[in-house]
């Protein structure tokens, strides 16, 4: 097992399926991502893209399938013991504390990251290294804030980038990232995928993106996984993507003859 | 887009040394206002629903629950104390000793209870704590072997601390006011580490809170485990004060009187708490000359009070200096969003 423990998958969906009523969001679902991976998860609008996530993390439970995550069965498991275990996850409108200072919605991220109980934290137990991760951060994101604002304070695009932050202080195994890009400025898209990058390659994350700027997934994606309408239509490398014809007629309709 | 460079250091703190010249300024000035032993029953009344206070600012400002349940957990707090000193079952213990006991009796009674409502949500949770004050003060009226019935129990002994007597109200003073600063810190404290931060994300974003790994259903039993403590620590030193309990003290009605403490000095802050208690307590003897308008004029600055300032006095305080603070940077201060959901 030793010699393939890099190439060992940290999440592994197998056949998912879900549907709510009559509206199938997601059937046979399957695919594996690695540490280090970023995943592209695309497909058209309502293709069942978020719903996969929510399934992933938790907040839906799957009709039928397994997931697989570090080794374990977590089909089963509640959402906040998912996140316990490593599954980091951001939302396409950020949620945040809207009543908490900017520095309490971080510190719960690096509570999550302590992994210790509510008594441990009354008296004092914390992270040695969360401010140093914390700058480390935002260099990469060119942006500093005061401590002490409300995070309704910052723009709408500082607050999707600092929900990324938040979820990599916890320090999770895999991190799902619901299009972090849409709202974002141009310059603010580069230090996304500049954050994602060192996710992925530094801190041997695995990245599963939903996202819709195309520039953007075929520039930093090691893989695309391609759902339309929740039935799985392509997978492969950006390339491969690029040329599948399956995929383009979901994207762009049927050419006529 | 100006770099602003991060700034990691802890602003909020106020320092010990702040708190220690407040409170001293606070003995001060109620040893000075207070000429008689009447007022000084006001004011220490005051401090002990603080407790309560403090309760509904857990449940409430932190977690976001709104929660009845404060009058019960005073009851069962004040009735510990009057059964185990006033020898009711056979065997009799000192005052300060059984308010020991009320901690650990008042944290399984809570967090049984806890776990039973807080299976439901928002509203009917709110709902079923009112029912809850019902059962309790129905029990409380009618069970003679336990509470003594409509005449409630009397006799408890007076409290003895450090071998002196506390037999009237000007030696209570001291003793109550560090309790009630000591507890005001260790809520503080709550506030501002792991656990005061998941209540808080339970309070604003509940899918977050899950996705981060909050336990939101166990938080919110932790929650409602401590403010009923804290109630029932009200209620014990409300007992031991008057050396009597009764059913009557603990109604419905006299809930809605915590709640007001809270929101009066700001739902969000302990300090909040402190002040909104003191004030509700203390404002109807200064307007006892308008005693016949009290209610009308109580009645409406509360709906202003909701109108105009939802986070009490304490938001009040801090919306000028975020104000003062942006006009010094000279900015534009942001229009504040609501929270989505």
Same mark, same amino acid.
């Not at chain 1, 930093?220 to 392509?234: K, N, Q, R």
């Given at each position: 097992m030793a010699e393939n423990e890099t190439r060992k998958p940290i999440l592994k969906l197998e056949n998912i399926n879900k549907r709510f009523g009559g509206v199938v969001t997601a059937k046979d679902i399957k695919f594996d991502l690695f540490p280090g991976e970023i995943k592209g998860l695309i497909g058209p609008n309502g293709a069942g893209k978020t719903t996969l996530m929510n399934i992933i993390s938790g907040i839906y439970t799957a009709d039928s399938g397994t997931i697989i995550f570090d080794g374990m069965d977590i089909t089963n498991v509640p959402d906040y013991r998912r996140a316990r275990m490593g599954i980091g996850r951001t939302f396409q409108s950020p949620r945040f504390l809207q009543r908490s200072s900017i520095r309490d919605n971080l510190l719960i991220g690096a509570d999550l990251g302590n992994r210790i109980g509510f008594l441990e934290g009354f008296f004092g137990k914390k992270s040695t290294n969360f401010e140093q991760e914390l700058k480390d951060m935002m260099d990469l994101l060119h942006f500093g804030f005061n401590w002490d604002d409300e995070i309704s304070s910052l723009p709408f695009g500082q607050r999707k980038l600092l929900e990324i932050v938040r979820s990599l202080l916890s320090h999770p195994k895999v991190i799902l990232v619901d299009e972090p890009a849409a709202g974002l400025n #141009?310059?603010?898209?580069?230090?996304?995928?500049?954050?994602?990058?060192?996710?992925?390659?530094?801190?041997?994350? !695995?990245?599963?993106?939903?996202?819709?700027?195309?520039?953007?997934?075929?520039?930093?994606?090691?893989?695309?996984?391609?759902?339309?309408? !929740?039935? #799985?239509?392509?997978? !492969?490398?950006?390339?491969?993507?690029?040329?599948?014809?399956?995929?383009?007629?979901?994207?762009? !309709?049927?050419?006529?003859? | 887009m100006a770099e602003k460079k991060l700034e990691l250091k802890n602003k909020r703190f106020t320092g010990p040394f702040t708190l220690i010249i407040s409170v001293v300024v606070f003995y001060l000035v109620v040893k000075i206002m207070c000429r008689s032993l009447y007022s000084q029953m006001v004011v220490n009344m005051a401090l002990v629903f603080c407790l309560v206070a403090y309760s509904v600012s857990v449940m409430l400002g932190m977690c976001g629950e709104l929660s009845f349940a404060g009058v019960a957990f005073m009851g069962i707090g004040a009735f510990t104390i009057a059964n185990l000193t006033t020898g009711r079952f056979g065997f009799k213990i000192s005052p300060l000793g059984a308010f020991l006991v009320v901690i650990p009796v008042a944290t399984f009674i809570a967090f049984i209870?806890?776990?039973?409502?807080?299976?439901?949500?928002?509203?009917?949770?709110?709902?079923?704590?009112?029912?809850?004050?019902?059962?309790?003060?129905?029990?409380?009226?009618?069970?003679?072997?336990?509470?003594?019935?409509?005449?409630?129990?009397?006799?408890?002994?007076?409290?003895?601390?450090?071998?002196?007597?506390?037999?009237?109200?000007?030696?209570?003073?001291?003793?109550? *006011?560090?309790?009630?600063?000591?507890?005001?810190?260790?809520?503080?404290?709550?506030?501002?580490?792991?656990?005061?931060? @998941?209540?808080?994300?339970?309070?604003?974003?509940?899918?977050?809170?899950?996705?981060?790994?909050?336990?939101?259903?166990?938080?919110?039993?932790?929650?409602?485990?401590?403010?009923?403590?804290?109630?029932?620590?009200?209620?014990? *030193?409300?007992?031991? *004060?008057?050396?009597?309990?009764?059913?009557?003290?603990?109604?419905?009605?006299? @809930?809605?009187?915590?709640?007001?403490?809270?929101?009066?000095?700001?739902?969000?802050?302990?300090?909040?708490?402190?002040?909104?208690?003191?004030?509700?307590?203390?404002?109807?003897?200064?307007?006892?000359?308008?005693?016949?308008?009290?209610?009308?004029?109580?009645?409406?600055?509360?709906?202003?009070?909701?109108?105009?300032?939802?986070?009490?006095?304490?938001?009040?305080?801090?919306?000028?200096?975020?104000?003062?603070k942006s006009r010094k940077k000279g900015r534009i201060s942001v229009i504040q969003e609501k929270g989505e959901e």
């Open positions: #141009p310059k603010e898209i580069n230090y996304l995928m500049d954050i994602l990058r060192m996710a992925a390659r530094k801190m041997n994350i !695995g990245v599963l993106l939903i996202e819709h700027s195309m520039d953007m997934i075929m520039d930093i994606c090691d893989s695309i996984y391609v759902i339309s309408f !929740g039935v #799985p239509i392509g997978e !492969g490398t950006p390339e491969q993507i690029a040329n599948n014809h399956a995929v383009i007629e979901a994207y762009l !309709g049927k050419e006529d003859e | 209870i806890g776990l039973i409502l807080l299976r439901l949500k928002g509203t009917f949770f709110s709902f079923s704590t009112i029912a809850l004050v019902q059962v309790a003060y129905t029990f409380f009226n009618n069970y003679r072997p336990l509470f003594g019935g409509v005449d409630g129990i009397s006799g408890i002994p007076s409290v003895r601390i450090l071998g002196k007597q506390l037999t009237n109200h000007y030696l209570w003073f001291p003793y109550l *006011l560090v309790f009630v600063v000591f507890v005001g810190l260790v809520v503080e404290h709550i506030r501002n580490t792991q656990l005061g931060r @998941s209540m808080a994300s339970c309070r604003d974003n509940e899918t977050a809170a899950r996705v981060l790994g909050v336990n939101v259903y166990m938080t919110k039993v932790i929650a409602f485990t401590i403010s009923g403590v804290l109630s029932a620590m009200g209620g014990a *030193l409300y007992s031991m *004060l008057i050396r009597y309990a009764s059913a009557d003290m603990f109604t419905y009605d006299t @809930s809605a009187k915590y709640l007001i403490m809270a929101m009066f000095g700001g739902v969000q802050s302990t300090i909040g708490a402190f002040i909104g208690a003191l004030i509700v307590q203390i404002l109807p003897q200064v307007l006892k000359v308008f005693q016949r308008y009290f209610q009308l004029i109580w009645g409406v600055s509360i709906i202003l009070l909701m109108v105009f300032m939802p986070e009490g006095l304490t938001g009040i305080f801090r919306m000028a200096l975020k104000r003062r």
